[in-house]
């Protein structure tokens, strides 16, 4: 598979993709027209927009902790996603795999389970890595399973962001409240984080040990801590757009890379 020399997103892809997601509501809501205003996309939105580019008629594809959702902020692309592919299989050892409407196969449990002699072009893992226990070890299932030159996509979080580091230092019964003021998260959707793979650093270790070689890497700012609250939010986007003037990241922010392994 080729990544389409990817490395700088182009805007108009990501301006199709904001269009997908939103335009079909008769109203912009609140918090994407004010997202619109800045010129900002999330990191959701990046991480979407290389996920339509990769995805071919002929991919075979993983998606590894899928739970109910493919996108979960972008059904319309999962379905369109779902169709175009040659197969897509789910594998998650959570009960929510068995809610997902989009994936092809499903299988309930670790990576590790999966048929060894099954083989894709590519593996995503969206916002599972913070939870794996055993990197190493998932890492050289997926050897095993991703084809020569096929790819794997990474996106995390960034263990060194404001909101992981304090996570980290919470006690676990107190994540899900946390995460419901702020983003209305349910409950079922919230599992204990490990932080083990979500440092670049970490990532590229982790992957050529497993035969694989960053082939991509991005830092997507976010701005999504305070984004139900209008004014919080409204100051997380001004001083995004300060710090970029100046060049410089982004505080909170999310990890995506893609790796590919070496033929």
């Known amino acids: 598979m080729q990544s389409a020399g990817i490395r700088n997103f182009d805007p108009d892809e990501l301006a199709s993709l904001f269009d997908l997601k939103y335009r079909g509501s008769v109203e912009l809501g609140p918090d994407p027209a004010r997202r619109q205003r800045f010129n900002y996309y999330n990191p959701d939105d990046h991480y979407e927009a290389l996920i339509r580019k990769l995805v071919q008629p002929q991919t ?11 996108f979960p902020s972008n059904p319309a692309l999962a379905k369109e996603l779902s169709a175009r592919c ?84 919470t006690p676990f019964s107190l994540h899900h409240p946390i ?8 409950e079922k959707d919230t599992f204990p984080t490990t932080y083990r793979m979500n440092t670049r650093a970490q990532l590229r270790e982790l992957f050529s040990t497993a035969g694989f070689a960053e082939d ?40 995506l890379g893609v790796y590919r392994r070496r033929g």
């Open 60 to 70: 075979r594809w993983l998606e590894v902790g899928c739970g109910r959702h493919i």
């Open 86 to 169: 040659a197969s897509l299989t789910g594998v998650d050892p959570d009960a929510t795999i068995e809610e997902n409407p989009f994936v092809h196969g499903k299988v309930r449990g670790m990576v590790e389970d999966l048929d060894p002699e099954l083989q894709f072009d590519l593996v995503t893992l969206r916002m599972v890595a913070e939870h794996v226990a055993d990197p190493a070890d998932m890492l050289k299932t997926l050897s095993n399973l991703v084809v020569p030159n096929g790819i794997v996509v990474i996106y995390t979080i960034n263990k060194w962001s404001p909101v992981p580091l304090a996570t980290a230092v």
């Open 179 to 186: 995460k419901y003021v702020l983003w209305r998260g349910e």
């Open 216 to 255: 991509c890497f991005w830092y997507l700012d976010d701005c999504r801590t305070f984004q139900r609250f209008r004014l919080l939010n409204l100051l997380e986007l001004s001083a995004w757009r300060v710090l970029k003037a100046m060049g410089l990241r982004y505080p909170e922010n999310c990890l």
